[in-house]
Every structure is written in structure tokens, then in C-alpha cells.
């Protein structure tokens, strides 16, 4: 079975802290994920990596970088977070090889900033 | 422009059939998936659409018409452990994005 792992359920930052998601995934995928998860939007992708050190902005980029320094690990940084950042973000990997390929989720990180 | 549209919530009775209904208006189109997600789990994957017609998987079923833009997740003999929201994900034709409704929450009721 595949397995998508983030390093926190719970978190509670306060305004301007340096905040670290951390996702690891056990299946070698190439595509890696980051969600943030908001009632009544659904989904939506901050950044996605497609290789090692590769990364590309997703729809809502802004107050947030990743780092992919190896390929089962995908980190999200949010530089100085704000409380519009409070949501469920959730890591999600995938392959690259066929379109019905699905995605697959860690459990996601629910993160409070206060 | 990418817009992908579902109910927000739904309720049934335990035993019922249950249709969730999905529009989608996207730049391409290269399959449509449907995902579960239990209340603080992640989503799993359910159903994948990329010809038109309907896809069967045991009490679940997923259907697909192109032309219309539409889908649909239909729900058999309804169980109580089916209560959770159900995620409709479009992928465009080029890389490995999803575009993600909004979800549909839906409740079964006894």
C-alpha cells in the first residue's frame, strides 16, 4: 500500500513564525503535492514538484515556498505566517506514467495560527 | 478558465441509492476522478472517467458525458460508514494536476 506521511496532524503557530509541513512518501513517486483544504472551496494546489529540486506554483502560491531536496520528501514553508494560513493542508504524491494514475493523501495537517 | 461545481450537501436514508452530481467547465480534459474523505482523513480514490458512459465498482458507480460537461457518483444500498464527503477532480490534458470541486457532504441517516 501506498503511504503519504506529514509530520504533524496538529499545529498551532502564532502570527510571524517560520512554519514547516513536512510530507513523505514511500512509493519512489515523482509528483509530489501540497493542498490547502477550506470549507467550501475545496482543494486548492499552493505547489506541486515533478522531480528533485523541480517545483512549480500551484493557484495560490503567495506566502508560501516548498523545498524537494529528495525525492519522498516535500516540504511547505510558510515564511511568516498570517491567520488567513489557518486550513487543513494536506500532501498528496503520484506518478507520471498514466493518466489514470490517481494521487495519493497523507492525512493532512491541521494548522492554527493565532 | 477552471471551474468545477457540486452540491454541498446531501442527505440519505440507510438502504437508499444516492446520486452526486458534477459540472465541470475546464480548459482540456483528460479524465475525471472521484475521491471519498472521511471526516480528518485524508481522500482515497473511488472512481476514474475518461470515456463517456457509466463505470461500475461494486455498490458504487461513476458516470461520465463529455459533451455536457457532467458526471455523476451514484451511491447503492447505502451504509452508514458512506457518510463523508465525495470530491470530483478533473485532470487537464497536459501535466499531472487536478482541478477539485468543492466536495459534496454527504449524511446517511438511519
Known amino acids: 500500500d501506498v503511504k503519504v506521511t506529514q509530520s504533524s496532524r496538529y499545529l498551532v503557530k502564532r502570527t510571524g513564525e517560520k512554519v514547516f509541513l513536512e510530507c513523505v512518501q514511500d512509493m519512489d513517486h515523482e509528483n509530489m503535492f501540497w493542498y490547502r483544504q477550506d470549507p467550501g472551496l475545496g482543494l486548492r494546489l499552493i505547489y506541486f514538484?515533478?522531480?528533485?529540486?523541480?517545483?512549480e506554483k500551484g493557484d495560490i502560491p503567495e506566502g508560501y515556498s516548498v523545498s524537494r531536496e529528495k525525492k519522498e520528501r516535500f516540504s511547505l514553508i510558510l515564511e511568516s505566517a498570517s491567520t488567513n494560513q489557518t486550513s487543513m493542508y494536506l500532501c498528496?504524491?503520484?506518478?507520471?506514467?498514466?493518466?489514470?494514475?490517481?494521487?495519493?493523501f497523507g492525512p493532512g495537517t491541521r494548522l492554527t495560527v493565532l | 478558465g477552471q471551474n468545477i461545481d457540486q452540491p454541498t450537501e446531501m442527505t440519505a436514508t440507510e438502504g437508499a441509492i444516492v446520486q452526486i452530481n458534477c459540472t465541470y467547465q475546464?480548459?482540456?480534459?483528460?479524465?475525471l476522478f472521484w475521491y471519498q474523505q472521511h471526516a480528518g482523513e485524508a481522500p482515497t480514490f473511488l472512481s476514474y472517467?475518461?470515456?463517456?458512459g457509466l463505470e461500475e465498482k461494486g455498490r458504487f458507480s461513476s458516470f461520465l458525458s463529455r459533451s455536457k460537461g457532467y458526471s455523476y457518483l451514484l451511491l447503492k444500498e447505502l451504509q452508514m460508514k458512506d457518510s463523508a464527503s465525495y470530491l470530483c477532480?478533473?485532470?487537464?490534458?497536459?501535466?499531472?494536476?487536478?482541478?477539485f470541486g468543492p466536495g459534496t457532504r454527504l449524511s446517511v441517516l438511519p
Open positions: 475546464t480548459s482540456g480534459f483528460n479524465g
Open positions: 472517467n475518461v470515456l463517456d
Open positions: 477532480a478533473v485532470r487537464p490534458p497536459y501535466g499531472q494536476n487536478f482541478v
Open positions: 514538484s515533478y522531480d528533485v529540486k523541480m517545483k
Open positions: 498528496a504524491s503520484g506518478t507520471s506514467g498514466r493518466a489514470t494514475d490517481t494521487q495519493y
